[in-house]
């Protein structure tokens, strides 16, 4: 009868111990569902980022070519528009020295109108005179207005980059290289060579050239 109580109580522990590790092997697959569960979860949760990421980075972009498109079309605008005013100062820029010396030309006119054949004496021919010397004062006087400066280098060092040698001649007077004679002036607008003055240079006194070489 030991026995058999000895051989019932084993029984019981035994299923005791086979109930114990059935719960915990149900705990553990109840863990292990529940990981799995999460994980998707996870999984999913981070698609749904990545495509929010996705979809904000698209957006983004669209944006950056939006701008980048209204860049280069205002630029585009602006090199034209540059262009038209650059070639309407090219055209109409000077419209306003222009307008000047219609003024000249005017007075001109009128002191050629005035020196008709019928008035062709001593007092209309000092009126003729008189009347070009105001023409060309006020002529003087629109070319310091607008900048225009004459160039008449007499007696001055001659510069290749404001003057034109006509001749060489030589000089006892003036050493080499120094303009002896201004056939024609030059002007500069500014610090720009309009029109180099065209000048005769002294080639120094050839006697003493003579000397030296001797």
């Not at 109108?113 to 021919?125: D, I």
């Not at 004459?150 to 003036?174: C, G, R, T, V, W």
């Not at 500014?190 to 050839?206: F, N, Q």
């Given at each position: 009868?030991?026995?058999?109580?000895?051989?019932?109580?084993?029984?019981?522990?035994?299923?005791q111990e086979?109930?114990q590790?059935?719960?915990?092997?149900?705990?553990?697959?109840?863990?292990?569902?529940?990981?799995?569960?999460?994980?998707?979860k996870?999984?999913s949760?981070?698609?749904?980022?990545?495509?929010?990421?996705?979809?904000?980075?698209?957006?983004e972009?669209?944006?950056?070519?939006d701008?980048?498109l209204?860049?280069?079309?205002?630029n585009?605008?602006?090199r034209?528009?540059?262009?038209?005013?650059?070639e309407?100062?090219?055209?109409?820029?000077?419209?306003?020295?222009l307008?000047?010396?219609?003024?000249?030309?005017?007075?001109?006119?009128?002191?050629?109108?005035?020196?008709?054949?019928?008035?062709?004496?001593?007092?209309?021919?000092?009126n003729?005179i008189?009347?070009?010397?105001?023409?060309?004062?006020?002529?003087?006087?629109?070319?310091?207005?607008?900048?225009i400066?004459?160039?008449?280098?007499?007696?001055?060092?001659?510069?290749?980059?404001?003057?034109?040698?006509?001749?060489?001649?030589?000089?006892?007077?003036?050493e080499?290289?120094?303009?002896i004679?201004?056939?024609?002036?030059?002007?500069?607008?500014?610090?720009?060579?309009?029109?180099?003055?065209?000048?005769?240079?002294?080639?120094?006194?050839?006697?003493?050239?003579?000397?030296?070489?001797?």
């Open positions: 009868m030991n026995q058999r109580k000895k051989t019932e109580k084993n029984q019981d522990t035994n299923n086979e109930d590790n059935i719960n915990s092997a149900n705990t553990e697959n109840g863990r292990s569902n529940e990981n799995t569960a999460t994980n998707e996870d999984d949760k981070n698609e749904e980022n990545l495509d929010n990421h996705e979809n904000e980075t698209q957006d972009i669209k944006v950056l070519k701008q980048l209204r860049s280069l079309a205002e585009e605008n602006l034209k528009r540059t262009a038209k005013e650059i309407q100062i090219k055209k109409y820029g000077h419209i306003s020295l307008r000047d010396f219609l003024n000249v030309v005017d007075n001109l006119e009128r002191a050629v109108k005035s020196s008709t054949s019928e008035n062709q004496t001593e007092s209309g021919m000092k003729l008189d009347g070009i010397e105001i023409v060309l004062k006020e002529m003087k006087s629109l070319l310091d207005k607008n900048q400066k004459k160039i008449e280098p007499l007696h001055e060092k001659f510069d290749y980059n404001f003057h034109q040698a006509m001749f060489e001649a030589p000089s006892s007077d003036y080499e290289g120094l303009i004679e201004v056939v024609q002036p030059g002007y500069v607008l500014h610090d720009r060579l309009i029109r180099p003055a065209m000048v005769g240079v002294s080639k120094g006194e050839i006697v003493e050239k003579e000397k030296k070489d001797e």
